[in-house]
């Protein structure tokens, strides 16, 4: 099992960039595919990015991809989403999950989540 906490809250300008941390508890993060979702008022929650540790691969969601990149530090248990070039639209509650094996994409674990208010 893992537990998992987000930090990196911000409130920016359009333009600006932000690091989200995802900092895991447990098992080593290297058991699970990671990946940051988000939720912005009054919508569903969406997938943002993820990254397999096995082959380092990332994917990222269409309405993200070229300003915002996942990494991670499985020494310091910590996963990363920088983002760049941030857009009001980006403003929602950020989370971070785990999938564990078999890595079909069923996120059993989640953070609490962290605000990130993008203003034009």
């Known amino acids: 099992q893992v537990q998992l906490v987000e930090s990196g809250a911000g409130l920016v300008q359009a333009g600006d960039s932000l690091r989200l941390s995802c900092a895991a508890s447990?098992?080593?993060?290297?058991?699970?595919?990671m990946a940051w979702f988000r939720q912005a008022p009054g919508k569903e929650r969406e997938f943002v990015a993820t990254?397999?540790?096995?082959?380092?691969?990332?994917r990222y969601a269409d309405s993200v991809k070229g300003r915002f990149t996942i990494s991670g530090d499985n020494a310091k248990k910590t996963v990363y989403l920088q983002m760049n070039s941030l857009k009001p639209e980006d403003t929602a509650v950020y989370y971070c999950?785990?999938?564990?094996?078999?890595?079909?994409?069923?996120?059993?674990?989640w953070g609490q989540g962290t605000q990130v208010t993008v203003t034009s």
């Open positions: 990254i397999s540790w096995s082959d380092s691969t990332t």
């Open positions: 447990g098992r080593t993060l290297s058991a699970y595919a």
């Open positions: 999950a785990a999938d564990p094996p078999p890595y079909e994409g069923v996120y059993e674990y």
